[in-house]
């Protein structure tokens, strides 16, 4: 199938992404240090300082997210809990930065943006219908005995009981009066 490929994928993007997120942004931290000057009266230092703080962050969300889509590709199940989450965030970062880049950089950006964020969808898409067939697919498989069964079909299930319905009937339906004279 298509899933372990697209976690590995999903997987190798968003560790490139969290080396490169962290490197440009220690990168602009290590040059309004270097410059020594003021923006709008906010200290130089503080600013340098929050950069490499948004590097560090960034860097290992994005690595967390990886690291995620990674134990997917490995185990060949769907994510679940913390895990799940991780990765619908990183799709709505994704479509976000998208929609940034589609103005402030150009359509190249944005592609590549709409490009993971198809991934990430896909890698939560295609394990949600493995995890709602595998139900079924069991429940149907027959009686497993193989050679011996013959023309024999599944005993069918028993019909459940209706419920008593204690509601009332539904009030019958008169439309509102109009208030504009």
């Not at 490995?74 to 799709?91: C, D, I, M, W, Y």
């Not at 198809?118 to 295609?126: D, K, N, P, R, S």
């Amino acid at each position: 199938m298509v899933r372990r490929p697209v976690a590995w994928v999903v997987a190798v993007i968003l560790f490139a992404e969290a080396f490169g997120i962290a490197a440009l942004n220690w990168f602009m931290g290590v040059v309004v240090d270097r410059q020594d000057m003021s923006l709008a009266g906010l200290d130089p230092d503080k600013m340098s300082m929050s950069a490499k703080a948004g590097a560090v962050v960034f860097g290992l969300y994005f690595a967390l997210c990886g690291l995620v889509a990674l134990l997917v590709a490995v185990r060949n199940r769907a994510p679940a809990g913390l895990g799940r989450v991780l990765l619908v965030s990183v799709a709505v970062v994704h479509g976000l930065l998208g929609a940034f880049a589609w103005g402030l950089i150009g359509w190249t950006a944005f592609l590549y943006m709409v490009v993971v964020l198809a991934l990430v969808v896909l890698l939560l898409m295609t394990y949600d219908q493995v995890a709602d067939g595998a139900g079924g697919a069991g429940a149907a498989g027959g009686d497993g005995g193989g050679a011996g069964s013959g023309s024999e079909s599944a005993p069918e299930p028993e019909p459940e009981p209706e419920a008593k319905n204690d509601t009332p009937p539904a009030a019958p339906f008169t439309p509102p009066a109009p208030t504009t004279p």
